[in-house]
C-alpha cells in the first residue's frame, strides 16, 4: 500500500480545521493527502465585515473546493455553534444567547439554528453541551451548560438535541464524563477532578445518559483527568471513562469523537509516539485537529496519521479495532444529509433575533 492511501486511513477518522477563508496550498495538500472524513470551521474561515451575500458566496466557495479535493461525496461539515460566546459566524447569522438563558424555549432555538446551520452546508453541529453548571468559577463552560442540576441540564440538552435531529443536523453531547465542575480550562492546560465514580452516576453522567437513551449519534470527550477512576490519563484517552462507562455501562453504541488535539490540555500528548494508538484503544472513534493554536503548519496532523500507521504496522494498535471505529462512522455518514449553501429570508432572520431577544429578557 503506497504511503499517501495508508495516511489517508487516517483521514478515515479525522476532522480537520481549515486555515482561513479560501484553501491555501498546505490545506490543499492535507485534504488531498489525508482526505478526512470532515472539516471544521471558525470565524476564521468567514469573512467577517462585508455584506451577506459577500460573505455567503466566499464560504460556498470554500464548501466547494473542500469537497474538490477530498474527493469525497459525503462529508461531515461542521461547526462549534451553541450561542452565547460560542458562535462563529458573521450577522445576519442569529446571535442566540448562552443556553442557560433558554429555559422553555430550547428546542425553538435549536430547530432555528438548525434552518441556519442548514444555510451554511453544515450538517454536524457540536451540540449541545451536556455539561452541568455546577462549579461557579468554571472558566469554560459556566452559563454554556441548560442547567445546575442534572435534571435542569439534562432536559434542557434533550430539548435542544431533539429539534437539531427534528430538522435535519445532527447533534453531539459534550464533554464527556462532564466538564461542569472545573474550576481550570482545557484550552490551556489539563484540568483535574477528584471525583469517584459514584459522584459521576448521581450527577454528570445523568444528562449524558439522557441523552444516549435519545440515540444522540455522536458524544464528545473531555481533556479532563479523573484521578480517582484513570490516575494515568485524561478521560480522551482512558479506557476506563471511555470503554467501560460510556460504552459497557451507558450503552452508547454511536461515534466517540475527540475534543480539539490542537488544546493545551492534551496537544504535546498526541505528538508523543504511540498516542494515538491509546486515543484508538480507549475508545475514540474520531479526532479534531482544529488547526486554531497550531494553525501556521500541518505537521502535527501530519505526525499523528504517521504514528496511526506506525502502530497499526507494529502491531500496537489492533486493526479490529480501527475497523469498528470506521464501520461507526461510515454507518453514520451513509444517514447524514448533504446540503449546499444558500440565503435566508429575511423574514426568517427576522423571527430568529426575535426569539433570541425573548430567550435574552425572558
Keep these: ?22 484553501l491555501s496550498d498546505e490545506d490543499k495538500r492535507a485534504i488531498n493527502e489525508l482526505k478526512p472524513v470532515g472539516v471544521i470551521f471558525f470565524a476564521k474561515n468567514f469573512l467577517d465585515g462585508t455584506p451577506y451575500e459577500v460573505w455567503l458566496e466566499s464560504f460556498q466557495q470554500l464548501n466547494q473546493q473542500i469537497r474538490q479535493y477530498a474527493e469525497r461525496d459525503l462529508m461531515f461539515i461542521t461547526l462549534d455553534h451553541e450561542g452565547g460566546r460560542v458562535v462563529r459566524t458573521p450577522l445576519p447569522i442569529t446571535r442566540f444567547p448562552y443556553a442557560l438563558l433558554w429555559r422553555s424555549h430550547s ?7 438548525a434552518l441556519e446551520l442548514k444555510s451554511l452546508g453544515i450538517n454536524l453541529s457540536w451540540a449541545p453541551d451536556a455539561d452541568i453548571f455546577s462549579h461557579p468559577q468554571n472558566p469554560v463552560i459556566g452559563p454554556r451548560a441548560f442547567g ?21 443536523i445532527l447533534g453531539c453531547a459534550k464533554h464527556f464524563p462532564g466538564h461542569g465542575d472545573t474550576s481550570q480550562d482545557s484550552h490551556i492546560e489539563l484540568p483535574s477532578l477528584n471525583l469517584s465514580l459514584e459522584d459521576l452516576r448521581i450527577r454528570e453522567l445523568i444528562p449524558f445518559k439522557t441523552l444516549i437513551q435519545a440515540q444522540i449519534p455522536l458524544i464528545m470527550t473531555a481533556h479532563i483527568l479523573f484521578p480517582k477512576i484513570d490516575p494515568d490519563v485524561p478521560a480522551t484517552l482512558s479506557q476506563a471513562i471511555l470503554k467501560n462507562i460510556l460504552r ?9 469523537v475527540s475534543d480539539d488535539l490542537d488544546m493545551k490540555a492534551v496537544s504535546d500528548m498526541f505528538i508523543q509516539s504511540g498516542t494515538v494508538a491509546r486515543a484508538f484503544q480507549a475508545g475514540c472513534d474520531l479526532f479534531i485537529v482544529s488547526r486554531n493554536i497550531h494553525s501556521a503548519t500541518l505537521e502535527r496532523t501530519y505526525k499523528m496519521a504517521e504514528d496511526f500507521v506506525d ?8 486493526e479490529s479495532v480501527v475497523e469498528a471505529a470506521k464501520n461507526r462512522i461510515e454507518k453514520l455518514l451513509a444517514v447524514t444529509p448533504q446540503y449546499s449553501v444558500h440565503p435566508l429570508d429575511k423574514d426568517t ?3 430568529h433575533a426575535e426569539l433570541a431577544i425573548a430567550c435574552t429578557f425572558q
Design 1 to 22: 500500500m503506497a504511503v499517501s492511501q495508508k495516511l489517508q486511513r487516517f483521514g478515515h477518522h479525522l476532522i480537520l480545521g481549515i486555515s482561513g477563508t479560501t
Design 107 to 113: 428546542r425553538e432555538v435549536a430547530k432555528a439554528t
Design 148 to 168: 445546575n442540576t442534572p435534571e435542569t441540564a439534562a432536559q434542557g440538552a434533550l430539548e435542544y438535541y431533539l429539534g437539531l435531529q427534528e430538522s435535519g
Design 248 to 256: 459497557q455501562e451507558l450503552g452508547f453504541e454511536g461515534v466517540v
Design 311 to 318: 502502530s497499526l504496522e507494529k502491531g500496537s494498535l489492533d
Design 349 to 351: 432572520l427576522l423571527r
